[in-house]
């Protein structure tokens, strides 16, 4: 059901589930969840995978172009992270949503990948982090929705819902969704919408083909083991059962985990439950096992042919154990469950406060299926016996980075969200909603600053609002703020995310570019970020694009101030962008950024008036941008705007261009000002 690249059976690299297939199109956006996160990580690796990036962090320049301009396009890119480890500076380009879950946690490690031709979900073990993607031992599945494909529409559909569910733990209770909320929430709309055909809706006949389900926990749901009841696909029992996981429940209480996976198991006959952990030698001789002897006390003193065994992983040196795999079977079938789901009682969905946690389960005739069941096999991890004497764990271990840590410092609710934004007049404030009324003594400092921006005395000056805006005097828009209050030691981290891209200002580099700039950049056929990138290059060693030294002395002639050759030169920067303005666009994200990016159209407008030329001749070249706007004949693919659309959006460009036109100089040159009225007149229709 996966494209992903296979180094050996059962194993792959987890980045490359990233990586968009040969026939998956554009890249439309992605959102993902996690516990712990690194924003770097998840920016440079998974991110630069996701929209197949030519440059690297090291070139500089040339790759923040080509970071803005394909992340300007896509409709979403997010994380949601659990409220502990929600932080870090980043691109505005994408939201990071802070999941504040009473009681519990989010734990889930999902990523939803839409193309314009193509829908990837990954279930996974792995944290967004380094050490989840590249350095532990981890699990994960994955699920690839496209034309023709036979990936179970179901699974997509209770993802999608899980998703949803979990981002309304970043919202304010009561208060409508904010901006980062809503493109969330219209990405999984729009894969829903885009994936209806792209797989199958129902399950499969027979026994064939393995069967695949979601399995989530959050507040009010089933537990884990409810759903596996639900899901076995036949009326006897399981015989056997295999546990992985890094982390349990404390050794001083009935293991609970335990105990359901035994009711699950047959009654009658041999049985047996497998843990299969990391261990150390101890010095004192034997294995200390990392787990509590409470999984062994769980066993039904009922059960004459019960039995608990484990074994011991065999990883590989400075690889820690984190994936969590549940394997039930008997002598017909096997279901393997792997995922975010620690052997708990919270992960598992038994405790009072259930963390939010999503799962794959594949369920295998492995008598019918030898195939599949052997590929589930290869999946597995290498174990050996436990010889000689061992003991348990007597507390748990100390690196749970799994679980909060006792005395962390949570956001309180009454601090809201906090919105980049631009009014009409193009000047930058900040947002901030107040659901309630904050702790005393509270303040705002800047994230990488010993500055406050806000405090609760400025607040209360301005007569406590529920919604307060604030003036943005700094070129870099905020990434998040860091907040204190009385009584606090440190400070908590409240993320910032932007009102929509059309208020991020463009990388330095394409800040203000000239005329001449634009139409040298323009008049490339090749895709916009290659030309930036040699474009910068050239800058850099300070030398203008082409040049070479011209041999005919009349050539040295510089001819650049004339009309002729200036409208020249505008015409064949204007035929490019009709052309680029003809493909297909995926989306009004990727159409706004042609229309109003740093390098698009109304870019080229704002620098013909910005030049040093006379009134008439600024009319005359704005009237060919919007001509050449009236001639673009938009093409449509599966999955991009249709055209309708996009001649709506051009057809609003063209009204603001006629709103630029000088129109003071023309009063003494009616031919030229009737040529204009005429040609706008038919370029809006």
């Not at 440059?55 to 394909?70: C, S």
């Not at 969590?324 to 789901?341: D, H, P, T, V």
């Not at 394409?510 to 090749?526: E, F, H, V, Y």
Request: with cysteine; glycine share 6%.
């Amino acid at each position: 059901m996966s494209k992903c690249n296979i180094t050996k059976p059962g194993h792959a690299r987890i980045l490359e589930a990233w990586e968009p297939p040969d026939d998956a199109g554009e890249p439309l956006g992605c959102v993902a969840t996690t516990f712990t996160f690194d924003a770097a990580f998840f920016e440079e690796e998974c991110l630069s995978r996701f929209l197949s990036l030519e440059t690297a962090p090291e070139d500089g320049a040339a790759y923040l172009v080509e970071r803005e301009e394909k992340l300007g396009q896509l409709v979403c890119a997010a994380v949601l992270v659990d409220q502990h480890h929600a932080r870090g500076m980043r691109n505005l380009r994408w939201d990071l949503l802070a999941a504040r879950v009473p009681g519990a946690i989010l734990h889930a490690k999902v990523s939803l990948l839409l193309w314009s031709s193509y829908a990837r979900l990954i279930v996974a073990s792995a944290n967004l982090t380094e050490p989840g993607y590249r350095r532990n031992h981890e699990v994960f599945g994955v699920l690839d929705y496209y034309p023709g494909g036979n990936a179970p529409l179901s699974v997509l559909a209770d993802m999608v819902e899980f998703l949803r569910k979990a981002a309304a733990f970043a919202g304010a209770q009561g208060t409508p969704p904010g901006p980062a909320l809503r493109r969330w929430n219209g990405f999984l709309d729009r894969v829903l919408k885009a994936s209806r055909s792209w797989g199958t809706r129902n399950p499969p006949r027979g026994f064939a083909r393995p069967r695949v389900f979601a399995v989530t926990t959050a507040p009010g749901r089933p537990s884990v083991f409810k759903q596996l009841r639900d899901i076995w696909p036949t009326s006897s029992p399981p015989s056997e059962a295999f546990v992985v996981s890094p982390f349990f429940d404390p050794p001083d209480v009935p293991n609970r985990p335990t105990q359901e996976l035994w009711r699950m198991l047959r009654r009658l006959g041999e049985t047996f439950v497998q843990f299969e952990v990391t261990g150390e030698e101890m010095p004192s001789g034997g294995l200390l096992l990392h787990a509590p002897e409470s999984l062994r006390k769980a066993q039904p003193s009922d059960r004459a042919e019960a039995e608990t065994k484990f074994r011991k992983l065999k990883l590989e040196t400075g690889r820690p154990l984190h994936a969590k795999c549940l394997r039930l079977q008997n002598g017909e079938w096997a279901l393997y469950l792997i995922g975010s789901s620690n052997f708990t009682a919270d992960g598992l969905g038994l405790g009072k406060s259930p963390n939010l946690e999503v799962n794959l389960a594949y369920a295998v005739c492995h008598v019918r299926n030898r195939k599949a069941a052997r590929a589930l096999e290869q999946a597995r991890l290498d174990s050996e016996e436990v010889r000689g004497m061992r003991r348990f764990l007597s507390e748990p271990l100390d690196d749970r980075e799994d679980a909060p840590m006792e005395g962390d410092i949570l956001l309180p609710a009454a601090f809201g969200e906090a919105v980049f934004s631009k009014d009409e007049q193009g000047s930058s404030f900040v947002e901030l909603t107040f659901p309630s009324r904050p702790p005393h003594g509270w303040k705002l400092v800047l994230e990488d600053k010993d500055e406050v921006f806000l405090n609760e005395s400025t607040w209360q000056t301005k007569g406590s609002p529920n919604r307060v805006q604030l003036p943005w005097r700094f070129e870099r828009p905020p990434s998040a703020f860091r907040v204190a209050w009385r009584g606090t030691k440190g400070y908590v981290w409240w993320p910032v995310n932007a009102r929509d891209a059309s208020v991020l200002p463009p990388p330095d580099e394409l800040r203000a570019l000239s005329l001449d700039d634009l139409i040298q950049i323009l008049s490339s056929a090749r895709p916009l970020h290659q030309v930036l990138r040699r474009w910068l290059r050239r800058r850099k060693a300070g030398k203008p694009d082409g040049q070479t030294p011209h041999l005919n002395p009349h050539r040295r002639v510089d001819t650049s101030a004339f009309l002729l050759q200036r409208t020249r030169r505008l015409s064949w920067a204007l035929a490019a962008l009709r052309e680029r303005l003809s493909q297909p666009v995926p989306s009004r994200e990727a159409l706004d950024w042609r229309l109003r990016g740093p390098c698009g159209v109304m870019a080229l407008v704002d620098a013909v008036l910005a030049e040093e030329r006379p009134g008439p001749e600024k009319a005359f070249q704005l009237t060919e941008i919007a001509v050449e706007l009236a001639r673009v004949e938009p093409r449509h693919a599966p999955g991009c705007m249709p055209r309708p659309q996009v001649r709506a959006a051009l057809r609003e460009c063209i009204r603001e261009i006629q709103q630029k036109v000088p129109r003071t100089e023309l009063a003494e040159l009616p031919q030229m000002k009737r040529y204009l009225k005429r040609a706008f007149r038919e370029a809006r229709t």
